[in-house]
């Protein structure tokens, strides 16, 4: 079983940047991907970014491709997303997720590919 705990977020100015952390434990992560995905308020849960990690390959959603980075130390578990050049419709709650699958399922962008997933964090971009 591996349990994902997340930190980061908070408030910040458009404009602004924000970094999130999701360490998961339990055990060594062994899964395909790890992604991040974000729900706003009134919306569904829509995909932010993901990375294969083996091999480190990023993915990233056309609304946040060249203001965030997604990244991950295999030594420590973990994975990173800095958010920079924050916008006002990137208020959301965020929540990290994990495949548990070693193997590829075809789709990093879908929800329903994840089998864990971070108690999520509220990140705030005023105008």
């Known amino acids: 079983q591996v349990q994902l705990v997340q930190s980061g977020g908070g408030l910040v100015q458009a404009g602004g940047s924000l970094r999130l952390s999701c360490v998961a434990s339990g055990r060594t992560f062994s899964g395909y991907a790890m992604g991040w995905f974000r729900q706003a308020p009134g919306k569904g849960r829509e995909f932010v970014s993901a990375?294969?990690?083996?091999?480190?390959?990023?993915f990233y959603a056309d609304t946040v491709k060249g203001r965030f980075a997604i990244s991950r130390d295999n030594a420590k578990n973990t994975m990173y997303l800095q958010m920079n050049s924050l916008k006002p419709e990137d208020t959301a709650v965020y929540y990290c997720?994990?495949?548990?699958?070693?193997?590829?399922?075809?789709?990093?962008?879908?929800?329903?590919?994840?089998?864990?997933w971070g108690q999520g964090t509220q990140v705030t971009v005023n105008s």
């Open positions: 990375i294969v990690w083996s091999s480190g390959t990023p």
């Open positions: 997720a994990a495949q548990s699958s070693s193997y590829s399922s075809g789709s990093v962008t879908a929800s329903s590919t994840y089998n864990y």
